[in-house]
């Protein structure tokens, strides 16, 4: 190992970055979605997917859930500001209470014909996912599951003629009888 | 009970229900409403500023020179809002609590590129603590009170409300709410006990102890001040402060070691880096404070009281970090203290007060003086001779003038210091010193200015004339953007690009056309005598002291540099050398 570019004790050591889920609950009001977004590109953090939807209509609150990757550092400084927001009541970290529940919907058109269109549907068929819309030269499918599902099936249905992809991003939640 | 009214009525109703006396404002088309219903009662008076920027600077110095108080603003659409955002980052990154009213175009013609119509919201989003847009009358009394609320609890900053001008003329049903708290935002203002506990058995144990306070100390209010008097008294440890903290802690007394930072005194940074057990308190861990961060106090243990989650652990890694109100944990520190009565290592301490003693005998605020030419410390100096028994409010402007007023004015008091810190902003000074001057009509109020700082915000001349507010401006007139200059000197070998000032107004004249006073003094044996007529003048006055020209301010740590590696005022190599590459990409 190389020695520390300082002579002083505790240098800094570089730390492993990790990918955190977060769900964050906001009072449903305009510019909640422009304040969290700006607090991720104003502070220079990353944002890998954001999906956001009203979940309590009564009370008029929302549930983002945002996917980031930093350091242990980084992502504690993550939650204290978002935390500190006004229209934030709560920000739970659901890849610290263990593995979460992830999933996403995708959309994927295909368009061939011959040979590629069946091994399109055969292969569709065996990841499981519906066929939402046919027609002589191109199918769209919908497939829901992990991130890495979906990624798995894009990268195979590339080979038979994938020329569109629409997709959620993520939805979470914990495991077990908790609720947040 | 609820009155029907208008929602510009409602404005000005609920100004007067919070116990707002003062508010600065500017009118135009999209807030006419407004200034119609302030013409129409007398509660809340208007101070008619003469730019946006400088009314919400002076609601900051209103707001930072007692405790208790939002400042408020009202400023139109459009170019009045974008006027408003440098004060409003100004507030936020010194944590002031300010309620900023915007006129905005009608509903209807939201989005359609209307004469003065910006997006306020949007681009006041970040450098706000939050903001509305009032999209109904029925929105309306519950944003105005619920502003007062965000904008003074948990850590306190601006706050925008943007009204649509049919908003203003709408008619709805106006209460006072029975509080005016916002429906879930509850910052935590009391600490945990346990970690409180943990902290005072550290801070008794500790053999290098050093306080370190910020502003939070100020904005917790005087009580946080008190309280921290008590327990430095109990401890016998010694205290520093950040530029913002200034006050909290009593300059006379022997435990204080003067500012710490980039240029703060030698001894302060010295037992910064030197001690076992840092006690923050109210401060954020700026750079200008810690210099090279992986070389910051290398040896000691951390405790940080803050209010802010966000802002422990930020910037350097503590050991016990305490969220909370300064004066809630302190008065829990203290009492624990009281009920444990920990026995301090006198040993110890001894050792710690005598190397203390050794760095103060360095003198780092020594300078050369002069017998014919004014230097800037001297300036300040016999300033603070002059003014000290009078209990002076002192605002500045940003640059070599504010460093040394930080250094060679000494406060007894918090609240009577209010300088730009966070955001460094130029023509932060007149405005600041016109609301602090309006909050305490008797009050001797001076802005230490530079001759480049005050020409940014000189227009503010005028108000202070209009509302006979004597603010004292005093301007060490070297001729540069002083701490531009040294930077160049340090930095870019001597090449002094764009920070010489040119074409500079006769001040004393400039006085005299705005209708103030207007003194001029470049001889040291005459200063005095030139202080006291600007103390006895009873309207604004500005004097123009014409000090050295190329006085560089020290002690300094260099960028990139730790607290042990300091330039000291008698420091006689190549001033172009100590800064490295690595540094000079700092700021």
């Known amino acids: 190992m190389s020695k520390p570019a300082t002579h002083y004790p505790n240098a800094p050591k570089s730390q492993p970055v990790a990918r955190h889920t977060l769900a964050v609950i906001v009072d449903n009001e305009p510019g909640v979605l422009a304040r969290i977004a700006g607090l991720f590109s104003g502070r220079g953090y990353n944002i890998e997917s954001l999906t956001v939807s009203e979940t309590e209509h009564e009370k008029h609150l929302s549930r983002i859930t945002v996917v980031t990757s930093g350091t242990a550092h980084v992502i504690d400084q993550i939650k204290a500001h978002l935390d500190r927001l006004v229209p934030v009541h709560r920000v739970v970290d659901l890849t610290e209470h263990g593995e979460a529940l992830e999933r996403e919907l995708a959309l994927v058109k295909v368009v061939g014909k011959g040979e590629h269109r069946v091994e399109a549907m055969r292969l569709a068929s065996a990841f499981g996912a519906r066929t939402l819309d046919a027609s002589l030269s191109s199918f769209v499918f919908e497939l829901t599951g992990a991130t890495e599902e979906i990624e798995r099936f894009i990268k195979t249905m590339t080979a038979v003629g994938l020329t569109e992809v629409s997709r959620t991003g993520i939805a979470a939640m914990s495991r077990g009888p908790d609720s947040m | ?587």
Request: charged share 20%; net charge negative; proline share 5%.
């Open chain 2, 1 to 587: 009970m609820s009155e029907m009214m208008t929602g510009a009525e409602m404005v000005v109703r609920a100004l007067q229900d919070q116990g707002v006396e003062h508010l600065f404002g500017y009118p135009g088309g999209a807030v006419l409403p407004i200034y119609d219903a302030i013409f129409q009662q007398d509660k809340v008076k208007h101070v008619l500023v003469r730019h946006e920027q400088g009314a919400v600077h002076a609601a900051e110095g209103y707001a930072r020179s007692g405790a208790g108080k939002v400042g408020c603003v009202l400023v139109t659409s459009g170019p009045g809002a974008t006027n408003a955002v440098t004060g409003l980052t100004d507030a936020l990154l010194d944590s002031i609590p300010l309620v900023v009213i915007t006129g905005q175009v009608p509903t209807h013609l939201i989005g359609s590129d209307a004469f003065q119509e910006c997006d306020t919201v949007g681009i006041t989003r970040s450098c706000t603590k939050h903001n509305y847009l009032v999209k109904s009358i029925k929105d309306l009394p519950r944003i105005l009170h619920e502003a007062f609320y965000v904008a003074a609890n948990g850590r306190p900053g601006p706050v925008v409300i943007d009204i649509p001008k049919d908003i203003q003329f709408a008619t709805g049903a106006y209460s006072r709410p029975r509080d005016n708290q916002h429906k879930t935002y509850r910052p935590v203002v009391k600490g945990d006990l346990n970690k409180i506990k943990a902290a005072v058995e550290l801070i008794a144990g500790a053999r290098k102890p050093i306080f370190y306070t910020g502003g939070g100390v100020i904005n917790s209010g005087p009580h946080a001040s008190a309280l921290l008097r008590e327990l430095a008294r109990l401890t016998g440890y010694p205290v520093t402060s950040t530029l913002m903290g200034l006050g909290a802690f009593p300059a006379a007394d022997k435990q204080w070691l003067g500012m710490l930072g980039m240029h703060g005194t030698y001894e302060a940074n010295l037992a910064m880096h030197d001690c076992d057990v840092m006690i923050a308190i109210g401060a954020r861990f700026d750079d200008r404070i810690t210099g090279r961060i992986d070389a910051f106090s290398p040896r000691s243990k951390k405790i940080h009281i803050d209010i802010d989650p966000s802002s422990i652990n930020k910037n350097v890694k503590v050991d016990i970090g305490i969220v909370g109100d300064c004066a809630h944990v302190l008065e829990d520190m203290v009492r624990i203290w009281r009920e444990t009565s920990p026995q301090v290592d006198k040993t110890a301490l001894a050792a710690w007060w005598t190397q203390i003693e050794g760095w103060r005998g360095r003198k780092s605020l020594a300078y050369k003086p002069s017998e014919t030419i004014i230097k800037p410390q001297y300036a300040l100096e016999r300033l603070h001779a002059l003014t000290k028994d009078r209990d002076p409010f002192i605002t500045t402007e940003v640059g070599q003038h504010q460093m040394w007023a930080a250094q060679y004015l000494h406060f007894q008091d918090p609240n009577r210091w209010m300088t730009s810190g966070g955001l460094g902003t130029m023509g932060y000074g007149l405005p600041a010193a016109i609301g602090v001057q309006m909050r305490h009509p008797k009050a001797l109020v001076i802005d230490v200015a530079g001759e480049a700082s005050i020409l940014m915000n000189m227009q503010e001349m005028s108000t202070a004339v209009q509302y006979r507010l004597p603010v004292k401006i005093f301007i060490l007139n070297n001729e540069y953007m002083g701490m531009v200059r040294q930077w160049q000197e340090l930095l870019h070998g001597g090449r002094y690009s764009e920070s010489y000032s040119q074409s500079l107004p006769d001040f004393v004249k400039l006085a005299e056309a705005y209708g103030g006073h207007g003194i001029r003094c470049d001889d040291p044996a005459r200063l005095d005598d030139a202080i006291m007529e600007m103390i006895e003048t009873p309207k604004p006055v500005i004097f123009d002291c014409i000090v050295a020209k190329e006085e560089n301010c020290f002690p300094m740590i260099p960028s990139g540099k730790a607290h042990n590696e300091m330039i000291l005022p008698d420091f006689e190599g190549d001033t172009g050398e100590i800064i490295d590459a690595k540094g000079k990409q700092l700021v």
